[in-house]
T-cell receptor
Framework: DAGITQSPRHKVTETGTPVTLRCHQT?????MYWYRQDPGHGLRLIHY???????DKGEVSDGYSVSRSKTEDFLLTLESATSSQTSVYFC????????????FGEGSRLTVL | KQEVTQIPAALSVPEGENLVLNCSFT??????LQWFRQDPGKGLTSLLL?????REQTSGRLNASLDKSSGRSTLYIAASQPGDSATYLC?????????FGTGTSLTVIP
C-alpha cells in the first residue's frame, strides 16, 4: 500500500462542465500516473508526472490536463466534460525504490450525462 | 509501441485446479513485468513483480515466470480457490511508462 487516495470516488456531471479529480499520496514518490479504464480497452495512460511541475502526455491525453504543484498531489482536469469521458479513472504511483513497482488508488468513477 | 496481450480473456475452472494465465508483449526492452489482481469495482492490487534480470517470482500459491527474449510471462496459480476469482492483469514497464494487457477474467467454481 503506497498511501494513495483518490477523490471524489464517484461523480456524476453534465456535458460541458469542468471536472477535477485529485490524487493524493503520502510517501513522496516522484512518479504519478493517471489512467482510464474502459471495457475492451483496458488501462490507458492519460498523463503522468515525474516531479513537481513536470508532466507528460500519455496515449489518450486529448481533452485532459494535469497539474502537480506539490509532490503529494496530482490533479486531473477535464476542462469541458464529454460523454466519451465517462470512465473509471485510476491514479498510480511508481515506488521510488529500485523495484519500480506500480501501486494504484481505488479509482474514481465518472459519469458524464 | 509496446503491445501487451493476455490470453484467454476469460477462464472458468473448478476449485482445486492448477491454472496458467498468459501474458505476451511485443518489445523485449522492458525493465520489469508486474501482475495485478482486480476485483469488481476495485483498484488494482499488485501480486508479483519480476525484474527483467529475473526468471521467476513466487508468492504463496502464485508463481510468475518471465521469458524476456520470447516476450512472454505466465502466472501460475496452484490449487485454485473461489476467492481467486477476479481479473488478472499484467503490465510491462519500459522505463517511465507501463503498458497493460486487457486482463483475464478468472472464475473458480466451488
Amino acid at each position: 500500500d503506497a498511501g494513495i487516495t483518490q477523490s471524489p470516488r464517484h461523480k456524476v456531471t453534465e456535458t460541458g462542465t469542468p471536472v477535477t479529480l485529485r490524487c493524493h499520496q503520502t510517501e513522496n514518490h516522484r512518479y504519478m500516473y493517471w489512467y482510464r479504464q474502459d471495457p475492451g480497452h483496458g488501462l490507458r495512460l492519460i498523463h503522468y508526472s515525474y516531479g513537481v511541475k513536470d508532466t507528460d502526455k500519455g496515449e489518450v491525453s486529448d481533452g485532459y490536463s494535469v497539474s502537480r504543484s506539490k509532490t503529494e498531489d496530482f490533479l486531473l482536469t477535464l476542462e469541458s466534460a464529454t460523454s466519451s469521458q465517462t470512465s473509471v479513472y485510476f491514479c498510480a504511483i511508481k515506488a521510488n525504490a529500485d523495484t519500480g513497482e506500480l501501486f494504484f488508488g481505488e479509482g474514481s468513477r465518472l459519469t458524464v450525462l | 509501441k509496446q503491445e501487451v496481450t493476455q490470453i484467454p480473456a476469460a477462464l472458468s475452472v473448478p476449485e482445486g485446479e492448477n491454472l496458467v494465465l498468459n501474458c505476451s508483449f511485443t518489445d523485449s526492452a522492458i525493465y520489469n513485468l508486474q501482475w495485478f489482481r482486480q476485483d469488481p469495482g476495485k483498484g488494482l492490487t499488485s501480486l508479483l513483480l519480476i525484474q527483467s534480470s529475473q526468471r521467476e517470482q513466487t508468492s504463496g500459491r502464485l508463481n510468475a515466470s518471465l521469458d524476456k527474449s520470447s516476450g512472454r510471462s505466465t502466472l501460475y496459480i496452484a490449487a485454485s480457490q473461489p476467492g481467486d476469482s477476479a481479473t488478472y492483469l499484467c503490465a510491462v514497464n519500459t522505463g517511465n511508462q507501463f503498458y497493460f494487457g486487457t486482463g483475464t477474467s478468472l472464475t473458480v467454481i466451488p
